[in-house]
């Protein structure tokens, strides 16, 4: 996410400090662990070692460097932000730098971590990551944010490179009660705002279901899943 529009939209999201019932939860067990080969521990391991060398370039806003770890073939680039994927060198060298020669930071502190991947060709692999930063916009207080990162990788003669790069954030409802419960209301006056929010969030839900959504699921009413 260019850092800009990375910070204004983690203070909007801020914001949003809302809970709502947990409808999704029942696939998620926190406590579980995904088994994992030796060889997706020893893949993980590298692209980790990546990522740590990302992190600091990223974070000394040192874009000539962050550029050279992504390989030369045509990069995609899918940040939450923007509506549809960036292709190509111009539209990703935009991305990191869209206003030349003015300073938008006072700081940025990316983190990468939870890195899992497996192999699709002996040099080519996906794999999927968390990304947690610490953002500060010239003139504004500081943020935190979080997204979750799918990516795909190239192996070339100086080791692992970027390809492909997608942010997969929570869906507002769930991620504002994760937010809700790791900054509780304290006062009454915040516990209205959440309310109002909640309420708010809800409605902008319910009201942009698709026209003809109601046809679509009487014609099946009498549908069962099948395994």
Partial sequence: MSPLIKAVIAAHVFCLSAVFP????????????DAISEEQQALADELTAFLDAYEIAYDNQDYATVKSMWHEDTPIYMAEEVPMPLYGWERLTKYFDPVPGRKILDGID????????????????VATYRLDYDIKLVGMPATHGWSRIM???????????????????QGPAT??????????AGSDEEKAAYATTTATIKSLLEGSVS????AFMDARKDLAPTQ
């Fill in 22 to 33: 947990g409808h999704a939860d029942h696939h998620f067990d926190e406590n579980a662990q």
């Fill in 110 to 125: 990316n983190e990468y971590s939870e890195v899992r991947g497996k192999y699709i060709s002996p040099n080519i692999a």
């Fill in 151 to 169: 990516a795909v990788f190239i192996k070339d003669d100086d080791g692992w490179k970027l390809s492909a790069y997608t942010e997969a954030p």
């Fill in 175 to 184: 991620m504002v009660r994760n937010m809700m419960r790791d900054a509780p």
């Fill in 211 to 214: 026209p003809g959504f109601d």
